[in-house]
């Protein structure tokens, strides 16, 4: 049985948790429905977590192998938000398989992003961009890092939010090559490469083409 670090083992049980209750309440929304009648999710990444076998504790829980594509994505936003909480330092994140970096960086900015468009840069912080590219890099998404450096430059030299930072930051991200500038896209990407288990058992950074 997979035993996870004892740091993290906090968001993961809350991402568990949050993630039975997104279940919940959408199979109670849906048993309302009429004849003719679907539900809307506003959250791109989510169209509604569908049903999948949970455990009770997280002690165990091999996440990236749920078989439900809206419950995993669903759970992997959920853990990006919780591993924030949980303030790590960059250093104990090098101490943890890799995934678990991926996951707080990564997806954690792309959040951001989905709710605060190019603002995202400034509220998550040079030194914090710096090590979401880093990750990004470590799966595979270089012209992403790359077109995310040049945004942040340009977001800065026009005054941010209130200068003409949003256009700025734009353009300069679109100006160069990008196969990942589909966010959707890009984010069921960045899930797919993460159910390769050794993201999440092992410390060394696995290639991000190999899957199970």
């Known amino acids: 049985m ?6 993290v083992l906090p968001a993961i049980e809350a991402a568990l948790t ?8 959408w199979g109670e929304m849906r048993g ?9 999710s506003f959250n791109p990444h989510v169209s509604g977590p569908g049903a999948e076998d949970l455990p009770d504790s997280p002690a165990g ?12 994505s669903t759970f992997m936003e959920n853990l990006a938000i919780q591993l924030d909480m949980l303030e790590l330092s ?3 994140y090098q101490k943890l398989p890799p995934g678990y970096g991926v996951v707080r960086y990564v997806l954690r900015f792309e959040t951001h992003c989905k709710f605060s ?3 995202a840069l400034e509220n998550v912080g040079p030194d914090d961009m710096a090590l979401v590219r880093q990750n990004y890099r470590k799966v595979g998404l270089e012209s992403e ?6 945004a942040e430059t340009a977001w800065y030299a026009a005054n941010g939010h209130e200068g003409s930072g949003y256009e700025a930051a734009s353009e300069a991200y679109n100006s160069g090559d990008n196969a990942f500038r589909d966010e959707d896209e890009r984010w069921f990407r960045l899930l797919d490469i993460l159910r ?13 083409s190999v899957r199970p």
Not at 18 to 25: G, H
Not at 32 to 40: E, H, S
């Open 18 to 25: 949050n993630l039975k209750e997104d279940i919940r309440s």
């Open 90 to 92: 960059p250093e104990e």
């Open 2 to 7: 997979v035993s996870h670090p004892a740091k």
């Open 32 to 40: 309302r429905l009429k004849a003719g009648q679907d539900l809307i």
């Open 61 to 72: 829980f091999r996440f990236w192998e749920m078989e439900d594509e809206d419950s995993y």
């Open 196 to 208: 390769n288990e050794s993201w999440w058992l092992d410390r060394e950074v696995p290639n991000p």
């Open 117 to 119: 468009s190019w603002l």
């Open 145 to 150: 890092a790359e077109a995310l450096e040049r």
